[in-house]
């Protein structure tokens, strides 16, 4: 199955110029003409009429041809006229100028309201010192020791800042990464809309947030590392409350006292790509502070040489990411960084490799299983087949990439086919909630990234002036992949069985008892301990803080959900997850004539030309 955005009808549209004048051509004609028609002599009348009366006397009479008045009766009574013509003009001019009441700006739509709540849950997870600005009263300064180490207090790293990944208050990075990398991808295509709303200097400091903290977890001025940090805290509970850390406890980060170890890894190619991505979108997204810009470019291009040298998974061996955010593989991590480094540097190798048949096979481009086409913080694929397909709609660079470009962009348009309802690639809640995890827990953070995905690449094929793409022999237009992605965001926004938003202050019902620590212990001047918080984990009252804009794990396969703050599954929100949504909502925001910004992702790429074929061989007999 093949589509192309280029000519979609065939043939160029052109004007025979020949055969048309412009209307400069039209004007100059006429003034020839013009000049023609006054070369000969003039009579008298035709002299008085071009040159009017000239020295005779003013007669007393004005002849309007049907009657002869007075020229006095005359004058005054054109003055009369235009007098009460200036007049009127004067009132209606202080009537519009006049404020009489302010007009209000037309309402926000529902998306992009919950956009700027759902982008309040980043502030909501800001650990470190937290700037003045963060608008979330019961949060403060948390977590000022990270990176020393658990003896002798030595710094061994300044690892303060970054974000809590849940309703925990562990840093892990993984994921934290592939949010980052996200919203810095939602920037890029949608800053008009981002502006409109108001919240393009909010997001683009929630980004600098992660950002400038990732720079802290290596050496980011070296060519080459040996060693990234891939996580602050610890989650295992194996050794109960007797070992307290940040899973066994249930403080606020606030009065955290229990050690945070620091784990490093040597060999983490998933890990060291996704942070590569991270900083490479965030590049573009700061391209006009050119100082940062290339700090991140550096940055990533030291954590892709370490990705690619030292090869290897950082959930591998037990680790304690592995029970919460365990990688597959890292090839998906290496198409999709590579693509973002192409697009940051501009420079052909990571192109090259990002779309080698070889890389895309190891990642899985070729078969299907039943999570393909879902895109997560596990497995790019999807999201790195459609940006790449972007490059082969809008630049088209053929030799040697078209081959896995053209394979990219046949996936893509099956996996759009896959989201839609007339096909059985996934089922479907009574409610109409797509089930990407196939019925597992915490769905809604697939459904969002399908719904961002969906009308992205419906904006790609409306920039491309191409009115759909095929599924098998039918055709679907633009507007399917639209109506998909709005299906779910409004079940998502309480267009749903239970009449619930699932975007905690989003609406007037939404879940009161939210998995999340700071948010489910009162700010009261009491420090509670590691168990002493157990009694506002377990308490049946609501949460005293309400966390804006944090999007919950979502619905069983029922669309059934229990708001109980002890069931992450249903209850608690993930930074990856928001980072879905806040896409997918500023995609469907605001208005439909706003398109996507066609060339800032392309700043860096050179100008692809055809070269010239040699110039033939001179022919012998």
């Given amino acids: 199955m093949s589509m192309y955005g280029r000519d979609p009808w065939g043939g160029p549209l052109e004007m025979n110029t020949a055969d048309s004048a412009t209307d400069d051509d039209r004007s100059r004609n006429l003034n020839d003409f013009d000049r023609a028609s006054l070369s000969r002599r003039l009579d008298e009348t035709q002299q ?23 020229r006095k009766i005359f004058v005054w009574t054109v003055g009369l006229l235009l007098a009460a013509g200036f007049i009127a003009g004067f009132v209606v001019l202080l009537v519009k100028t006049v404020p ?107 980004i600098k947030w992660g950002t400038d903290y990732f720079l802290k977890t290596f050496n980011s001025t070296a060519d080459s590392i040996s060693q990234l940090v891939a996580q602050v805290g610890k989650g295992d509970t194996s050794g109960g409350t007797s070992d307290p850390n940040d899973h066994t406890c249930w403080m606020r980060p606030e009065d955290i006292d229990y050690p945070r170890p620091v784990t490093e890894c040597s060999s983490c190619s998933d890990l060291a790509a996704e942070m590569a991505a991270a900083l490479a979108s965030a590049s573009i997204v700061f391209k006009d502070n050119k100082a940062y810009s290339k700090k991140l470019v550096h940055g990533a291009a030291t954590l892709w040489k370490f990705a690619r040298d030292q090869r290897g998974s950082y959930s591998a061996g037990g680790s304690d990411a592995a029970t919460f955010y365990n990688s597959s593989m890292y090839w998906d991590e290496f198409v999709w960084g590579g693509a973002w480094m192409y697009y940051a540097t501009g420079n052909q190798s990571y192109l090259y490799l990002a779309s080698h048949p070889k890389l895309a096979k190891h990642a899985g481009a070729f078969w299907g299983g039943p999570d393909y086409g879902v895109l997560s913080w596990d497995n790019k ?43 059985n690639s996934f089922n479907r809640t009574r409610g109409g909630l797509i089930q990407l995890n196939h019925g597992r827990p915490q769905p809604l953070q697939y459904v969002v990234n399908a719904a961002f995905l969906a009308t992205l690449y419906s904006d790609y094929l409306d920039a491309a002036d191409t009115p759909g793409w095929y599924c098998g022999p039918n055709f679907y237009s ?14 998502i926004l309480g267009k749903n069985p239970r009449k619930m938003s699932y975007v905690v202050g989003y609406g007037n019902h939404y879940p009161k008892h939210v998995h999340h620590r700071g948010a489910s212990i009162p700010k009261n001047k009491v420090k509670y301990n590691c168990k002493g918080g157990y009694k506002w984990r377990d308490s049946k009252k609501p949460n005293p803080h309400t966390i804006i804009g944090a999007m919950v794990a979502g619905p069983d396969k029922h669309d059934g959900f229990h708001d109980v703050r002890t069931n992450y599954n249903y209850t608690e929100p993930t930074l990856a997850g928001n980072a879905g949504l806040v896409a997918a909502l500023v995609a469907l925001s605001g208005d439909r004539t706003t398109k996507i910004d066609k060339n800032t992702i392309f700043s860096a790429v050179p100008p692809m030309f055809p070269t010239a074929p040699p110039p033939p061989a001179p022919w012998k007999p």
């Avoid at 470190?128 to 002798?152: A, Q, T, Y």
């Avoid at 849940?166 to 990398?181: R, V």
């Avoid at 996200?182 to 108001?198: D, F, N, P, Q, T």
């Fill in 48 to 70: 008085s009429w071009l040159l009017g009366p000239g020295e005779q006397k003013k007669k007393k009479y004005v002849d309007l041809g049907c009657v002869v008045v007075s």
């Fill in 100 to 206: 009489r009441h302010h007009k209000h700006p037309p309402p926000k739509d529902n998306y992009t309201l919950a956009l700027q709540k759902a982008l309040m849950f980043f502030n909501a997870q800001k650990s470190g010192k937290l700037p003045r600005h963060n608008n979330v009263s019961w949060r403060g300064n948390s977590c000022m020791n990270d990176g020393k180490s658990d003896k002798s207090g030595a710094v061994l790293k300044d690892l303060v800042g970054g974000y809590y990944d849940a309703g925990d208050t562990i840093k892990f990075h993984f994921p934290k990464a592939f949010a980052m990398t996200m919203l810095s991808w939602s920037v890029i295509e949608y800053c008009a809309k981002y502006e409109a709303a108001g919240e393009l200097n909010h997001v683009k400091e929630i």
């Fill in 381 to 423: 694929l999807t999201g790195a087949q459609v940006l790449l397909t972007r490059l082969r709609l809008f630049l088209s660079p053929g030799y040697p990439y078209e081959e896995t470009l053209k394979t990219f962009h046949n996936q893509t348009s099956i996996i759009m086919c896959s989201y839609l309802p007339y096909f």
């Fill in 478 to 491: 633009t507007n399917e992949l639209r109506k998909f992605a709005e299906s779910q965001i409004d079940y």
